[in-house]
């Protein structure tokens, strides 16, 4: 029965209509805005088959303490039929720190695994053959770096890096916009983006070099169509830097990739992806005339939404997590995270991430859902909703181009402020109720106490160790030259990639490479607001 | 009436989630205080001389990265250097809670954990602030 007075919106705010009949469609041209799957414009999929061919990758995010511990969850979880790794960073990492800076004290492996040297990346993938599994780094300021560390290590087990595949994150823009992970300012910042752009064009052409993400910008408050809008015009932003330095569209193109978020809103989160792909295939097409038919396809990685997870009652978690890969799955992801119900608390225990894979193979293997692609294809609902999200994406794009592109909304603080309004209005709706938080604002009921991994302050003093002694026995007149060489071609133009790759292998640190571009480059400062 | 109670909203160490310290730094705001927001990445040093400098009596720090064990201590140390422990400490984040325990043991006046409510925060620091005239300040 319906309640009189009471709104109906998605949970973005997006208002509902009592039914969805034939008439919300008017205009609608399914096959103009549909297609088959596997055609042009991809909103049904970007393969003919989709899971009938193969089932997404499941790929648990993850990295806690030391890489030699790391290593340890890596194979437990391959051996648990997870089918490609994805490398957390610890914050030390992902600011460009060494485990022994001043900054890292009581942040060393807290929120990921700690790498300062391609030896502790040596000591991540051991016994892991990196011709074989396909590996994601979360890596974004200083990717250049981790990823050198990381073709260091194939290189070093004999991997041709042409037959590498896998992922960096690589994406500077979101971490403006709402991450906060930056190290220097956002154009040597591009500049740094776009080296590897071209770098793996030429010499890795099977890993994607970039993973533009939607995530993060989700879990800074963003409603859906911020998250799709924002993402997708930083995506317009590294193509035209890429231009700019003289490639070709459909030389980088097909290795572009991108990362959305899977929230608690069922049909919401699908009408996204399906609007993302259609979105995607009309820029590549009109906007940068791309031929190759790679170029328009948008393929993407998405993990459930961390920030959903209660602390209250965990195990609800659980089923949350099962609602939103469901969602990701039936919008046709690639790959898919499914966070474990104690992640409110810490990083997962080896429990609790056996049951967020468990859950991916649920899906996968028992539901039925794979069995045909896009399955609520058709649906009014659903079609109307992916019509009015790909609207409304579009009137964010033609904001920010009337802006100068997203690099000069940034420093307008505009995706900022945009997102920031969103999240407090969701505040407020949680703290109104309504918008109901099961457990949190309703259901109340005493907590089950839960076992989480503790990370000790032993991983600091390992790492430190570590370092003290690879200080003390590398070559350090070859880690002065290489970097004071790197140093100059930060100053110039030149493609920093080559240099970053020989200053690793001589050793020098994540820290020391970083600093050297921090001399040149400088550090970034953003103005706060609230 | 007493006058607008004065924040320093800060978030320490090198986590960038700012989205809990903004959503909070807003909420006081809107009831009524005066709120300072560090931005990111502030040392403790950084955070009570800007205390100091800006004579709030609240300073609230958000930490979600579990570094809280090493920032927080520090703050309440420098706190009793500069003979500021009328200040209070609040904390919000991802914090456990035997850390909480052990955290308003060194001074901490209360540990907010996920989930906790605006009003709740609220009014703990106008009760913090002005004790029993917390009730009749609306």
């Known amino acids: 029965m319906a309640v009189a007075g009471k709104q109906f919106t998605t949970l973005s705010g ?34 003919e088959s989709m899971y009938r061919g193969r089932l997404w990758t499941m790929r648990q995010f993850s990295g806690f303490a030391t890489p030699e511990e790391t290593n340890r969850r890596y194979h437990y979880l391959l051996q648990q039929g997870q089918t490609g790794l994805s490398v957390a960073f610890d914050l030390p990492t992902l600011m460009g720190y060494d485990a022994d800076h001043a900054l890292s004290e009581g942040e060393v492996g807290k929120c990921g695994a700690s790498i300062s040297s391609l030896e502790d990346m040596e000591i991540l993938f051991r016994g892991i053959p990196l011709s074989e599994v396909t590996v994601s780094m979360t890596i974004n300021s200083p990717a250049a770096v981790l990823w050198a560390m990381y073709l260091a290590v194939a290189e070093q087990q004999g991997a041709d890096w042409k037959a590498l595949s896998g992922t960096i994150q690589n994406d500077i823009l979101k971490e ?21 752009i071209e770098f793996g064009a030429r010499h890795t052409p099977r890993f994607n070099p970039i993973s533009i993400s939607g995530y993060h910008i989700r879990e800074a408050g963003s409603t859906a169509v911020q998250e799709l809008a924002f993402t997708l015009r930083d995506g317009i932003e590294y193509v035209e830097w890429a231009l700019e330095r003289g490639m070709e569209i459909d030389e980088f193109a097909p290795r572009l990739s991108f990362f959305f978020n899977a929230h608690n809103d069922f049909f919401e989160e699908i009408a996204k992806y399906r609007a993302a792909r259609k979105l995607w295939a009309h820029v590549m097409r009109d906007r940068f005339e791309a031929k190759e038919e790679r170029s328009l396809k948008l393929r993407f990685h998405s993990q459930t939404a961390g920030c959903s997870l209660t602390w209250q009652q965990p195990y609800n978690n659980v089923v949350r997590t099962a609602i939103q890969a469901l969602a990701a799955v039936l919008g046709g992801t690639q790959s898919l995270h499914t966070n474990s119900l104690d992640e409110a608390y810490a990083l997962p225990s080896e429990q609790a991430v056996t049951i967020a894979l468990r859950t991916q193979q649920i899906l996968g293997y028992e539901s039925g859902v794979a069995n045909t692609p896009d399955p609520l294809g058709g649906s009014y609902f659903l079609e109307r909703l992916t019509l009015d999200t790909e609207m409304a994406a579009q009137d964010y794009f033609r904001r920010i181009d009337e802006m100068g592109g997203m690099i000069s909304a940034i420093e307008k603080g505009f995706p900022q402020s945009e997102i920031a309004n969103a999240s407090y209005a969701y505040q407020r709706a949680v703290e109104g109720k309504e918008k109901i938080v099961v457990g949190v604002n309703a259901f109340q009921s005493e907590d089950q106490p839960i076992e989480l991994l503790q990370i000790d302050h032993t991983a ?35 493609n920093t990639m080559p240099l970053i790759l020989d200053a690793v292998r001589a050793y020098a640190t994540l820290g020391e490479i970083c600093d050297a571009f921090r001399d040149v480059f400088g550090s970034y400062q953003e103005t706060a607001h609230i | 009436m007493n006058p607008p109670i004065r924040v320093l909203v800060a978030k320490p160490g090198l ?24 931005g990111l990445r502030q040392t403790p040093e950084m955070i009570v001389n800007a205390a100091l400098q800006e004579d709030v009596q609240v300073i609230g720090l958000s930490i979600l990265s579990g570094a809280h064990n090493a920032i927080v201590p520090r703050v ?4 009793r250097e500069k003979d500021m422990t009328d200040v209070q400490v609040i904390v919000g984040g991802i914090v456990p809670d035997e850390d909480a325990e052990a955290l308003k043991q060194q001074g901490v006046a209360a540990v907010f954990q996920p989930g906790a409510s605006l009003d709740a925060i609220v009014d703990f620091i106008r009760g913090s602030v002005y004790g029993s005239k917390a009730d009749s300040f609306d």
């Open chain 1, 14 to 47: 997006v208002p509902i209509e009592p039914l969805y009949e034939p008439e919300q469609l008017r205009g609608f041209d399914p096959a103009r805005d549909l297609a088959i799957p596997g055609e042009f414009p991809y909103t049904r999929g970007i393969h």
């Open chain 1, 460 to 494: 600091e003093e390992h790492q430190e160790k570590k370092l003290a002694a690879l200080r003390g026995r590398r070559d350090n007149g070859r880690v002065r030259k290489t970097l004071s060489v790197l140093r100059c071609a930060a100053e110039g133009t030149e």
């Open chain 2, 15 to 38: 986590d960038g989630h700012d989205r809990g310290a903004k959503v909070i730094a807003r909420a006081l705001r809107d009831a009524g205080m005066e709120v300072i927001y560090t």
């Open chain 1, 176 to 196: 403006y916009i709402a991450q906060k992970e930056y190290i220097f300012p956002p154009r040597p910042s591009m500049r740094l983006v776009t080296d590897t």
């Open chain 2, 76 to 79: 309440m140390e420098l706190l």
